[in-house]
């Protein structure tokens, strides 16, 4: 396997470093540098947005059918290509190998959902109030996006904003995240070979304010879809308002799991570690704050804590490992600073808490129980390896911890009892809950959070309308 060469992607073409500054990708298990990344001047910028205007009213006008193959092709391609893009995910991003396939293949199933959606945006006759007159709701694109997405998801976050504006009938110009480049970049070449027109989908890396800001507050840009923190995302909404311009915003969280006294211990600790340690932590859904009922605390306590202390770290690449490396030493840090504090203020260290080796930017799987809301972890989102436990006693309580920060992008509930499954779903301020599983993204299903967690939905037919806009039109 080799690693990519990096460059702009911009009407069609593929520009290098040359003539602009440069970057360093650097891989997070063993610190290397991967490649050296081409930093998107402002002229960049622009003639991305130039080209993504002039290719607008071609692929507006392009058949929904023919939109609908190029996207078919392009997850064709993916999937062919299935194990190079794996190890350039590991190899950026860090997370085990077997996770990178699983997030090639969704990738692969974005594009392949988007495919057959994209013949589906039907409009509606409405019944008129004369003889002879025509009511219709006619669905269209809404123009040039500006789409930003981040490092933790480089596949998963990409591919989905990039097939369901390309399905609406949109073009696009996007900043993936300068920490893995390579792994857009095989999403811009697939649909480039599948027959995607010059200037339709551009793809552009530099400093993200600069970039974001003029990307955004461009008159070309009639809608926004971001994916990051929510103190990023009310930048990005702010700069977006004058505009009128619609907004995707999939923001941070702080997922709280509820697991009630009936709940089956054994597998409930098993769905909750492999959720949570997953990308070693670093993902907006990951369930943090733990919230047991009383009775069963200390025992699903141990068991998490057991299973966590047997996961193998390591780098993704080699054979057997579970968990990963942290993206960069700044997280380290953050999730150090969140245990010591833990520590501090009473909190029992079940496993893990420190930092793993000399080379690259590994931390043990880390569980401690008896939380406090005062807690930063409790707080702050750790998007690290790190969960915390606490105790309940009624089912008001539990629910009143689960609503009380301003977060609400997903949250998890297990129970064997149907009543206090639906009771908690329906009490629970989320955009997602699930149920005795943590499965909460795919291509056919809405994905979006509530309150400090964003606006708008991702993935299914909400994921596509978000860049339609009805028009009516009457005929007589």
Not at 307 to 319: D, F, M, T
Not at 453 to 462: A, F, M, Q, R, Y
């Amino acid at each position: 396997m080799e690693y990519p060469q990096l460059s702009l992607f911009i009407d069609g073409e593929w520009l290098s470093t040359a003539g602009r500054e440069a970057c360093d990708v650097i891989n997070p298990a063993t610190g290397v540098c991967l490649g050296q990344l081409p930093i998107a001047t402002a002229a960049d910028v622009d003639a991305a947005l130039d080209a993504a205007q002039r290719a607008f009213p071609a692929w507006r006008a392009t058949p929904a059918l023919e939109r609908s193959n190029i996207l078919r092709r392009a997850a064709t391609l993916i999937r062919e290509r299935l194990d190079h893009y794996a190890w350039v995910m590991t190899s950026e991003q860090g997370k085990p190998l077997g996770e990178a396939r699983r997030e090639a293949t969704v990738a692969a199933e974005m594009f392949e959902w988007a495919a057959e959606e994209s013949r589906r945006l039907y409009g509606r006759l409405i019944p008129p109030r004369a003889p002879r007159t025509w009511h219709m709701a006619m669905p269209e694109p809404v123009g040039p996006v500006g789409a930003f997405s981040g490092w933790n998801a480089p596949a998963g976050t990409p591919s989905r904003k990039i097939s369901s504006t390309l399905a609406a009938g949109c073009t696009l110009v996007i900043k993936p995240a300068e920490e893995t480049p390579a792994c857009a970049l095989f999403l811009a070449r697939a649909l480039a070979d599948a027959g995607l027109p010059k200037g339709v989908l551009n793809m552009v890396f530099g400093n993200p304010a600069e970039t974001s800001r003029r990307i955004v507050e461009s008159p070309i840009t009639r809608a926004v879809t971001f994916t990051g923190s929510t103190m990023i995302g009310r930048q990005i909404a702010t700069m977006a308002a004058p505009g009128f311009k619609r907004t995707v915003l999939e923001l941070g969280g702080h997922a709280p799991v509820l697991v009630f006294a009936d709940a089956d211990i054994a597998q409930a600790a098993t769905i909750i570690t492999q959720a949570k340690f997953r990308n070693a932590g670093q993902i907006c859904t990951s369930p943090t704050r733990i919230i047991v009922h009383e009775s069963i605390a200390a025992a699903l306590g141990n068991e998490i804590a057991q299973q966590a202390r047997g996961l193998k770290v390591g780098n993704g690449l080699s054979e057997g490992v579970q968990m990963g490396p942290l993206s960069n030493p700044r997280r380290v840090a953050a999730v150090t600073e969140m245990v010591e504090d833990a520590a501090s203020r009473g909190g029992t260290v079940l496993t893990g808490g420190k930092h793993i080796g000399t080379a690259g930017w590994f931390m043990e799987p880390t569980v401690i129980s008896g939380y406090e809301p005062s807690w930063k972890a409790a707080q702050v989102e750790p998007f690290g390896p790190l969960a915390i436990l606490k105790s309940f006693s009624q089912f008001d309580e539990a629910v009143a911890e689960a609503n009380r920060l301003p977060f609400g992008l997903a949250a998890y509930v297990f129970t064997r009892n149907t009543t206090i499954a639906m009771n908690a779903a329906d009490a629970i301020e989320s955009g997602v809950v699930c149920i005795n599983n943590c499965q909460h993204a795919f291509p056919e299903t809405p994905f979006g959070g509530v309150k400090d967690s964003g606006l708008g939905k991702e993935g299914s037919i909400e994921g596509i309308e978000a860049f339609t806009q009805y028009k009516y039109v009457s005929q007589t």
